[in-house]
């Protein structure tokens, strides 16, 4: 064993990329000579001082991995991942090492078969604070075919607050252990697909057989490992690709992601280390109701819609159609339907199963739906949501307001807006963290901060014969608006608005909103001002790269600083290249009996 | 003749569970679900084997509308010879959806567990598509009768 230290000592092995890939270190200090194991579980740690010394910790497993020591609970059973390194790093006899004994490793993984490692990224889920990026998990497929019985690996925080804000912000500061666990991936596939009504994308990672088992062998190695979860850096996205890089060490994914790391960022960094190999997608059933509904006429989708609401007399069909075809199309329909409304908790348990057996009965004695030729399934003109816009924006300017020129200046580093390109993003979404505008006044020579968000999410999201969602909005941040006749002033905001949504043509999105504004700022009389609102849009994809939106807003301020405010805005956007687009605002607004028209021209960039 | 290919094919996948499943400890994972009231229940089953070889990690009796499935019964090591238990209590709905339709992807995961070949599978599908009422024979059955039904429509 004293040879085996003096070699790693003198190979320097604990410098290893591997090592480091093994333990999560990171370097950190001042001048980045300290390295740190963003691991946080003591367990984890073979050295006591193991989390900040990867030489002492190098140190103590290989002496662990010569202790006599057997079972389960041995260093040699726990750690197989970083055996299998040091096995070769070493040249280790193993004839010469206590003979390991590991009945739970060997049953789970020994002998066993993987095949390929999948990253899943169900996207964003708007009614859900916490899914609002999406997520991102590991699938590993063993010998089975079907990918359903394949292993989901997923990292996610062991919160049991159900109260928003307080998980919010347990969430942001780490004030919650995240773990590791793996399930069948058909949980997954029900809790997303059919719970949350999230699609599914699953990006084949071209790894090698090899490659994935040494991931499997450092999941064994996480298990029931904890480390503080935050929700902006170190969340389930960014600990996944840890396991991409103890598949293979030489890869650097974690390092880019040290400030934040929003779940499709990281796919699309993975895809550019050359990892991915193939996408498929697995639509939510609100999809795949929106998709079958389409193929259904209008009085059969009402005898499938009353069948799904459960309504007396409603448990079997009145076929008005003779057609075998239809008749398949309407009943495949009112399953979804009767799923859906079952899952939202809309019919009670009792006469879901009834009808639910009932329905696909009727089903059964349809027989096999005529073949449809030449359709693939996973051509559902769905956009890869890697493929989507860049998630921080850049832009710069020029304008008038007032008649008064300006530059403006403009940063986002997250997410995306109502009028950036919906591909790959929810559609009528919008969510914004910390996007600043700052305008240089040229005649003036001032430089003034115009708005900046804390936070802004919009979810527009459209009603129609079935899915009747609310739309909402909570806006809050600061704002350089009129505080009097002429003069302009920087008040603080917080707009939250309900109301609904419809879709407007092809490619449009109309909506209305009730609103309150809460604005506070040393300028206004009583330094406050609050009041009821409205609002209403029309949101549209005019041609190719065009979209625009068109909205105007009334507030009326009845507390502190009493008037009404009036404003206008016709926004558009041009999409000049993949991450490049052209802004042409045009707005006013009427407030104190003055007006402020605007005009703005602003080059953005995503990255 | 399909028929006897069929019963052939069904019999060997039973001879293929009741080995690989033997080797578990049947009282390992009681706390999970059922599994000694589910074999008492199934005692004049043919099924008998299979399930006494299967049941050790069930997850209940499930029925329909069970959404969020194996509450408690998260230890991956303990899949490896429950599968198709766990997977048709887990995946009821789906599963019965897929029958009714003769095709889906959790019909074909019960195929693949239940080892009946790929040559075999249309015929399978397409008569446990016309059995649905044999298979899921009330709104209140349970996985165990299932697979029990299952069998004996594949028999038949």
Avoid at chain 1, 6 to 15: C, F, M
Avoid at chain 1, 379 to 401: C, K, L, Q, V
């Amino acid at each position: 064993m004293d040879g085996l230290l003096a070699r790693a000592r003198q190979k320097e092995l604990y410098r290893d990329r591997t090592w480091e890939a093994l333990l999560h270190y990171k370097k950190r200090g001042l001048f980045l000579t300290g390295m740190h194991s963003l691991v946080d579980d003591p367990k984890f740690f073979l050295a006591p001082d193991g989390r900040d010394n990867p030489e002492s910790e190098l140190e103590a497993t290989i002496r662990a991995f010569f202790s006599p020591e057997t079972g389960d609970g041995s260093a040699r059973c726990r750690f197989p991942a970083r055996y299998d390194w040091l096995k070769t790093a070493l040249r280790i006899d193993e004839s010469r090492l206590p003979g390991a004994y590991c009945p739970a490793f060997e049953k789970a993984i020994g002998g066993k078969e993987f095949r390929r490692a999948v990253l899943v990224f169900p996207t964003a889920h708007m009614n859900s604070p916490a899914s609002m990026f999406g997520h991102t998990l590991i699938r590993i497929d063993t010998g089975y075919r079907s990918k359903l019985l394949s292993y989901a690996v997923n990292y996610s925080a062991n919160a049991t607050d159900t109260n928003g804000l307080l998980f919010a912000f347990k969430g942001l500061f780490g004030f919650y252990k995240g773990y590791f666990s793996i399930l069948p991936y058909y949980e997954k596939v029900k809790e997303y697909n059919n719970m949350d009504q999230r699609d599914m994308w699953e990006y084949n990672l071209d790894l090698t057989p090899e490659e994935i088992r040494r991931m499997v062998l450092h999941i064994w190695e996480l298990q029931g490992i904890y480390s503080y979860y935050y929700f902006l850096d170190e969340n389930c996205s960014y600990n996944l690709l840890f396991l991409l890089e103890a598949a293979r060490p030489p890869l650097d994914l974690t390092d880019r992601f040290r400030l934040s790391a929003i779940p499709v960022d990281t796919i699309k960094a993975v895809g550019e280390a050359g990892l991915i190999s193939g996408v498929e997608y697995r639509p939510s059933q609100a999809t795949v109701i929106r998709e079958k509904a389409a193929l259904v006429n209008g009085p059969d989708r009402a005898e499938a819609l009353a069948i799904s609401e459960g309504k007396t007399g409603a448990d079997t069909f009145n076929w008005r159609t003779e057609s075998r075809n239809e008749r398949i199309l309407t009943d495949d329909l009112a399953i979804e339907l009767l799923q859906y409304n079952f899952s939202k908790g809309k019919i009670p348990k009792t006469k879901y199963k009834k009808a639910f057996l009932s329905v696909l009965e009727a089903r059964g004695k349809l027989g096999a739906e005529p073949s449809m030729d030449g359709e693939d399934p996973n051509d559902t003109g769905a956009e890869r949501p890697d493929r989507g816009h860049g998630s921080r924006r850049a832009g710069i300017g020029f304008g008038f307001r007032r008649g008064a020129p300006f530059i403006e200046m403009s940063y986002r580093p997250a997410y995306h807006d109502l009028l950036d390109p919906s591909q790959g993003y929810v559609s009528g979404s919008q969510i914004e963290f910390l996007s600043i505008s700052a305008r240089y006044y040229i005649r003036e020579n001032r430089l003034r901060l115009s708005r900046m968000n804390f936070i802004s999410i919009v979810s527009l999201a459209p009603r129609d014969w079935f899915f009747k969602p609310v739309s909402w909005k909570i806006d809050t941040g600061l704002l350089e608006k009129a505080v009097s006749a002429d003069r302009d002033s920087t008040v603080f905001f917080l707009n939250p608005g309900g109301g609904f949504a419809w879709n407007a043509g092809n490619n449009g999105l109309f909506y209305a909103l009730l609103e309150t504004d809460v604005n506070a700022g040393d300028r206004l009389r009583d330094k406050y001002a609050i009041g009821p609102g409205a609002s209403a849009g029309i949101i549209a994809s005019v041609a190719g790269g065009w979209k625009t939106h068109t909205c105007g807003r009334w507030t009326q301020y009845v507390a502190g600083d009493r008037h009404t405010e009036l404003s206008l805005e016709s926004a558009h956007r041009f999409r000049l290249g993949p991450e490049e687009a052209l802004d042409l605002i045009f707005s006013g607004s009427w407030a104190y009996g003055s007006s402020r028209p605007e005009a703005i021209m602003k080059l953005n960039r995503y990255f | 003749m399909k028929r006897l290919v069929l019963s052939f094919i069904t019999v060997l996948a039973l001879l293929g569970f009741t080995t690989a499943g033997f080797a578990e400890n049947i009282h390992e994972n009681v706390g999970c679900g059922l599994g000694t009231m589910l074999l008492e229940k199934s005692k004049d089953s043919i099924l008998i084997e299979i399930l006494a070889a299967t049941t050790n990690a069930t997850l209940g009796n499930q029925t329909f509308g069970i959404s969020s499935g194996t509450l408690g019964c998260r230890q991956p090591a303990r899949w490896a010879s429950n599968e198709l238990n766990q997977f048709v209590a887990a995946n009821m709905d789906s599963l019965a959806k897929d029958i009714a339709a003769g095709k889906g992807e959790s019909l074909d995961t019960l195929a693949e567990l239940m080892k009946i070949p790929s040559g075999g599978r249309a015929a399978f599908y397409s008569k446990l598509q016309a059995n649905f009422a044999k298979i899921f024979t009330s709104e209140n059955v349970q996985s165990a009768d299932v697979i029990d039904n299952i069998v004996s429509v594949a028999l038949s």
